[in-house]
């Protein structure tokens, strides 16, 4: 904590503090590009705190009472703060802290500049604790400029405000033009707009103008923005009109061209540059001072277009061209902007459509899929309750007939003993007993033992000797014995033989082979038929289904059925 606390304090201790005070308002673009290009390089270095101001000199001109209070302003709001560094960006600015320079608020801080017109500076101010950047303009080229976009040029307009900057600047140009005997050059160098519209006006054809300070003009005795200025100038001389400032080069509606212009922006990034040398510890006297370095080509494309001329064939190297032709996208930015917007929000729509529709295909074939295998599973049930009420219908019908069967029998044996005790009916009687004791066997005994199949069958076949022609029936094969419901596999023999007896004047023979594993029922017809097929089939598949049910459930057996020739073959597998 301790440590912490000590590295807090060397840090407060050791920091530089910078005073940037702007000749002009933030409001003034030119400015702006100033400050930013300062910040840009100095924001970044560590363990500096930063304190700006603005004078506003363009519309409170910077009187010596105005200086002398605002002086007072930052001495008071400043009292307990020691800078070391000051950056002034124009002259006004630069003016205020080299009066104010031996005052304790400067007294110990080094001074960089940006956009200094005044370039007598730069041989007395002392380099130990000045350094910066002039705004040296470069009237010779921007004079051989308009000659090459006004051909036979013959009057020069050279045009500025009154402002402490203009007078500074205009008198550069003088100086640079000195010599110059054509083309005529006419200086305009005052306060009030109407002025010089009123003399502009009169200009002859091959006429140009160099504008130097446009930024305190007035008009009915109010100041107007250096725009509105540049228009009304346009309106009235309708020639091309050569800037020296970037912050000019491109205002609408007017005739602006271009030229060799000073850039605030790097203007700010020179200054900016310099101080960061001191920082890193370069002697101030190796820092200096920057001329022409900050100035730029600048070319108004479109408004050259309009005199006639191809800014792009001019042959400036490393220019800036501004108001160019807009392309289609910087047209209909909007539009298109919009339409891509629309474009991807449909897009959207439909991927999400897609992806809707996918899902609902996929519930579809979902529910699709339950839903047949609920049909299934419902046409199985029915299937199933089916079968099941044919069973119990058939069971009805065959429980219906063997109690019937019974209850008709014990009636006649009761009968029959009567006749057992007359002689002559004797032996009739007991055989009708007998034949009646063997069918109630089928119906009433349930219980499991070990019975031969092939004799089972032969007790069934005796016992309906009466029913089926003579010789129909006809049993062959092995012995077969196996544990189970002797009773039923009766039934079913019984329940085959009966059905079969239906067609008995039709079947010539019914043949049961037993073998080891199965018993094979041969049905052999003396006339062959598709109709008589058709009939037995019905019966096989609905009167004998009580039947394959038994074989089923009580001998775990399968039975199946097939036509050869002449001929339908049962098989039951054991």
Known sequence: ????????????????????????????????????????????????????????????????????????????????????????????????????????????????????????????LPKNVYAGVFEKKEPLVNLNFAKKIVPNLK???????????????????KNAFKNIKSPTLIYLNEKNLENILETIKKAPKNSAM?????????????????KYAIVLISQVFPHPIIIHTDLLANVPNSNVVGGKATDALTQGKEAGKKVLEYLSGTPMQKIGFTFEKANKMYLNVLNLKKF??????????????VNKPRTFYE??????IGSIIIFFAVLMMIVILILKNIQLKKYNEKISKMNKELEEKIFSALSELKEKE?????????????????????????????????????????????????????????????????????EVVYSLKDVLNEGLVEIKGENIYIFGYKNKFQQVILDFLY??????????????????????????????????????????????????????QYFCSECNYRVDKNSVIMEIIL
């Open 390 to 458: 044919k069973l119990l219908l058939h069971q009805t019908k065959v429980s219906a007939i063997g109690e019937m069967f019974l209850m008709v029998s014990r009636k006649i044996k009761e009968k029959l003993h009567k006749l057992l005790e007359k002689e002559e009916t004797k032996e009739e009687a007991t055989y009708i007993l007998n034949k009646l004791t063997m069918i109630e066997k089928y119906f009433n005994d349930s219980s499991v033992l070990e019975f031969d199949l092939k004799e089972a069958t032969k």
């Open 499 to 552: 059905n079969m007896s239906k067609f008995q004047n039709e079947i010539e023979k019914i043949i049961f082979e037993f073998k080891e594993d199965k018993i094979e029922i041969h049905i052999r017809f003396k006339h062959f038929s598709k109709n008589l097929i058709d009939n037995f089939e019905n019966v096989l598949n609905n009167e004998l289904y009580y039947t394959r049910l038994i074989m089923q």
């Open 155 to 173: 009057t020069v307009y050279v045009v500025a405000d009154n402002s402490n900057s203009a007078k500074a600047v205009m008198k550069e140009y």
């Open 308 to 321: 006639g001329i191809d800014a792009y064939a001019l042959g400036y190297k490393n220019a800036i061209y």
């Open 1 to 124: 904590m301790r440590i912490l606390f000590l590295l807090f304090l060397a840090v407060f201790l050791f920091a530089k503090n910078i005073l940037i005070i702007n000749s002009y308002s933030i409001k003034l673009p030119w400015t702006k590009g100033e400050l930013e290009g300062i910040l840009e390089k100095i924001n970044n270095k560590q363990n500096l705190k930063i304190f700006i101001e603005f004078m506003d000199t363009k519309y409170f001109q910077p009187t010596p009472m105005r200086m002398l209070n605002y002086y007072y302003y930052l001495k008071d709001k400043y009292k307990n703060i020691n800078f070391d560094i000051v950056i002034t960006t124009d002259d006004n600015a630069l003016n205020f802290v080299r009066k104010y320079k031996n005052e304790p608020i400067f007294s110990n801080a080094k001074v960089f500049f940006a956009g200094v017109n005044n370039l007598k500076l730069a041989d007395t």
């Open 331 to 336: 047209m209909y930015k909007e539009w298109i």
């Open 210 to 226: 160099l504008l130097l300070t446009p930024f305190s003009f007035s008009l009915e005795d109010s100041h107007i923005s250096y």
